[in-house]
């Protein structure tokens, strides 16, 4: 039976009759000691985080979860929910909306740091920012992190998140301020190239904090979705209090351009 216990290899639980144990803990034990953000790291990282990281990484799941029913991802989340699916279904609609451009451009912004961050050892700090906006406008012309249809000069959640991110950093040594610093430095190098500013973003703001966490980049985007889960829960269950039934991204009066050619 080994090839088959095998199967599922897992270091994360123990479950037998009885018993279920996460990361060696009993869930007993985890009821009482550890909170729901303290849980996210646990699960994912493999230890209980320090006072630092969970307050660090709690104001980024509470910073992310939600951008109202413009957002693409709120709005498929809450016309799912007039078509007479369940809660579910809706918030795995609103989940599955969160790809490169939306949601989760955070992996890419984190993984712009990372690459900055290992290029910095060589180089000054400027001069390595500078040298990966090359490549990555090489690539597309959009700097994952920078931007906002209604942020502008500046996301009001950015400045708030980088103070906390060198509060935490000074409180525990494991949470490296740099990123920080890089993702501001991303910003100011914009700046300089577009002759103005240029808001850093949620996505960017939020891989900073993971980074300075030591949160691999493709678990960033799993952390994005995890935060933004609860805004689509709760736009769902408020759209399932209303009597609406099918409802389209616009007001029935209102009709799509057609293009005969």
């Known amino acids: 039976m080994n090839d088959v216990a095998d199967w599922w290899t897992t270091k994360i639980i123990r479950m037998e009759p009885g018993q279920i144990e996460f990361r060696n803990q009993p869930i007993e034990a985890l009821i009482q000691s550890h909170s729901f953000t303290q849980m996210i790291w646990l699960m994912t990282m493999g230890e209980t985080p320090s006072t630092a990281q ?7 799941l509470v910073a992310s979860v939600d951008h109202g029913p413009q957002a693409p991802s709120i709005a498929a989340s809450r016309m799912a929910m007039t078509c007479g699916v369940g809660i579910n279904n809706a918030i ?11 949601g989760g451009a ?6 712009l740091y990372q690459s900055i961050l290992g290029e910095s050892s060589d180089q000054s ?6 040298h990966a ?15 906002h249809r209604f942020h502008k000069p500046e996301d009001p959640r950015a400045r ?8 935490c950093a000074q409180d525990d040594p494991s949470i490296d301020p740099r990123f920080a610093d890089i993702a501001e430095g991303v910003q100011d190098a914009i700046e ?3 002759g103005k500013r240029i808001a850093m973003n949620i996505d960017g703001a939020t891989a900073a904090i993971y980074g300075a966490l030591g949160v691999p980049a493709t678990l960033a985007r799993g952390l994005f979705c995890l935060s933004r889960s609860v805004g689509l829960t709760a736009h769902a269950y408020e759209q399932s209090l209303s009597n609406e039934r099918n409802k389209g991204p616009t007001p029935p009066s209102y009709r799509w351009t057609h293009d005969p050619n």
């Open 54 to 60: 969970t307050r660090l990484l709690d104001a980024a």
């Open 92 to 102: 795995a609609s609103g989940v599955n909306m969160l790809g490169d451009v939306h």
């Open 106 to 111: 955070g992996e890419q912004a984190l993984e």
């Open 125 to 130: 700090l400027e001069n390595a920012i500078d």
């Open 133 to 147: 906006l090359d490549q990555s406008i090489q690539k597309t012309a959009f700097v994952p992190g920078f931007g």
């Open 160 to 167: 708030p998140l980088m103070e906390l991110l060198r509060q």
């Open 192 to 194: 300089r190239r577009k």
